[in-house]
């Protein structure tokens, strides 16, 4: 049995996280931003050495995609200069540390799946400073690093693309949804399911793509929402990019390749759609749970 610690534990991932541990009869802690700060070097070293963990996983993260490109360096003290700091304190303990990461560190540019050896060109400040972070754990002397990159994540415990649109269709409305971006839409028990998997086997550190098999648009995403829930998916009309202008620019092309898991003797987190099916239900019963009482 292994001791787990994993930060960011109140976010989507590491909610989910620490549950699908607890379930599997893993020692796990979770702690939040409340408990640990992780830009406060003195209470990472103090927690890793409270907790010794064998592994942990970091998700906590400046995730404002287009706050950061005001605040570059804020964010960059969180994705960047605190996981050094944390991966330094890993590997003095022997602890082995996953780094959850972002299909934002490519350019969007792209036509074939970036496979995890693709060369990174982040265009935006969020990407930078998530590149940083994948650095300092890749590099660090001494560690079993694991960078996870995912996207397009959604889940029941934070907002999220998919929560929108169940929101939306509960509302009767029709939307306009961008139809000229495309990546994976990937349910964030199934990133949890493959951080365990990958610990639990002998798989080498390195990098790895937790994002759901095949790809849509958000369009297509939210036609397959509006469908599964029952409801007239021509309710939802597409757009283009251009008519939503953001201070960040959205890759045009976010979907990444999974060799590294075959490599592993691992397998990929599978299709978007079947994923999709499993986790709409208990996103739709906590959207229902939250509606005000009539």
Known sequence: MSRWLVTGARGMLGRDLVSL???????????????????????????????????VVNCAAWTAVDDAEASEDAALRVNGGAVAGLAACCASQ?????????????????REPYPEDGLPAPRTA????????????????????YVVRTGWLYGAHGPSFVATMIRK????????VVDDQRGQPTWSMDVADRIHALIASPAA???????????????GLAREVFRALGADPARV??????????????????????????????????????????????LAAMAAAAEPTP
Do not use: C, M, N
């Open 21 to 55: 541990l607890e379930r599997r009869g893993e020692a796990v802690t979770g702690l939040s931003r409340s408990d640990l700060d992780i830009t406060d070097a003195g209470a990472v070293r103090d927690a890793l050495a409270r907790w010794r963990p064998a592994v």
């Open 94 to 110: 022997g602890a082995a540390l996953v780094q959850v990461s972002t299909d934002y560190v490519f350019d969007g540019r792209g």
């Open 126 to 145: 969020y990407g930078r400073t998530k590149l940083a972070g994948e650095r300092a754990v890749l590099e660090q002397a001494g560690l079993a690093g």
């Open 169 to 176: 269709e509960r509302g009767r409305e029709t939307v306009h």
């Open 205 to 219: 550190p390195g990098i790895y793509h937790a994002t759901s098999s095949g790809e849509t648009t958000w369009f």
């Open 237 to 282: 009309r597409p757009a283009t990019s251009s008519a939503v202008a953001r201070p960040a620019p959205r890759p045009a092309y976010s979907v990444l390749g999974h060799a590294a898991w075959a490599r592993a003797g691992l397998t990929p987190i599978g299709d978007w759609q079947q994923a999709l099916r499993r986790g709409l239900p208990g």
